[in-house]
């Protein structure tokens, strides 16, 4: 057995931060949960209302934003600022001390732009290996504090870059796997990895690795939910104890060990 501390890093999804009253509950679960914790959070549909509101269109490929210079002042304005203060504010209120961060706070996250191949996705950022600074998130983490990421990261030479939220949860669960237990928990708006897409209690409670394969060959798990599990395995290939899949309104159940679908090797 390890003699290292627990880790939990939830990524929370659009459907949640659009949603006030949802968000609202699942703060309150997360503040409950114990033990050293990190969210990460994207930005829903705030900020292509903003853009909106000051002339500016999203534009989308794929559900991938395309952000060019403008449109990242909107998403680091929204992502990073209003979004990411109104968590960290929310969750001190239920007496958890949040620290909200970028990639850019602490050197926390680099990442490089996103090479122009069939599309020019802007200032988007990819993360490389080794791109997360972890002894400076252990400090934070060491110290009582609870990081709340939004989806900005840096390059190092000033740039900041958009980078996907699940990409950056997966990187923090990566990056500190060696100084803890890290169990990652990806929160979206359906009770699990299910047998039958239309039946929501249909949760398939375990995945290993060697059935994941069979899933989709079967066309159990497909099209959106195949990189979802692929990105989770990674992580666990990497060092990540184990990923979770579940509903974001179902946090509290994680205690006892019934949230979503758990995947591990």
Same mark, same amino acid.
């Given at each position: ?98 620290? =909200? ?5 602490? &050197? @926390?996250?680099? $990442?490089?732009?996103?090479? +122009? /191949? ?105 099209? =959106? ?5 692929? &990105? @989770?395995?990674? $992580?666990?290939?990497?060092? +990540? /104890?184990?990923v979770f899949i579940g509903n974001a309104d179902n946090l509290h159940l994680y205690q006892q060990q019934k949230f979503g679908t758990r995947l591990t090797d």
């Amino acid at each position: 057995m390890s003699n290292l501390s627990d880790l939990n890093i939830i990524k929370i999804g659009g459907n949640v931060i659009d949603d006030p009253a949802k968000l609202e509950t699942f703060l309150e679960k997360f503040a409950a949960l114990p033990g050293k914790k990190i969210l990460v959070h994207g930005g829903g549909k705030i900020a292509t209302r903003i853009a909106s509101d000051l002339g500016l269109e999203a534009k989308m490929v794929d559900g991938r934003r395309i952000t060019d210079a403008e449109m990242l002042k909107v998403v680091t304005m929204v992502y990073a600022g209003l979004t990411n203060k109104s968590v960290v504010a929310n969750l001190q209120k239920y007496g958890c001390d949040a620290i =909200g961060l970028s990639g850019a706070d602490g &050197n @926390a996250i680099k $990442a490089v732009k996103r090479p +122009v /191949r069939e599309i020019d996705y802007g200032f988007a950022g990819d993360i490389l290996a080794d791109s997360v600074n972890g002894h400076a998130i252990r400090r934070f983490l060491e110290s009582g504090f609870t990081p709340v990421f939004s989806a900005i990261t840096h390059n190092g030479s000033g740039q900041l870059l958009n980078t996907n939220a699940d990409t950056i949860a997966s990187a923090l669960a990566v990056g500190l796997a060696s100084s803890y237990n890290v169990s990652l928990l990806y929160c979206f708006e359906k009770d699990g990895v299910l047998l039958d897409v239309n039946d929501n209690t249909s949760v398939i409670e375990v995945i290993k690795k060697a059935d994941f394969t069979s899933l989709k060959e079967k066309h159990i798990v497909h099209e =959106g939910m195949i990189p979802k599990l692929q &990105n @989770a395995f990674d $992580a666990i290939n990497k060092g +990540v /104890r184990s990923v979770f899949i579940g509903n974001a309104d179902n946090l509290h159940l994680y205690q006892q060990q019934k949230f979503g679908t758990r995947l591990t090797d």
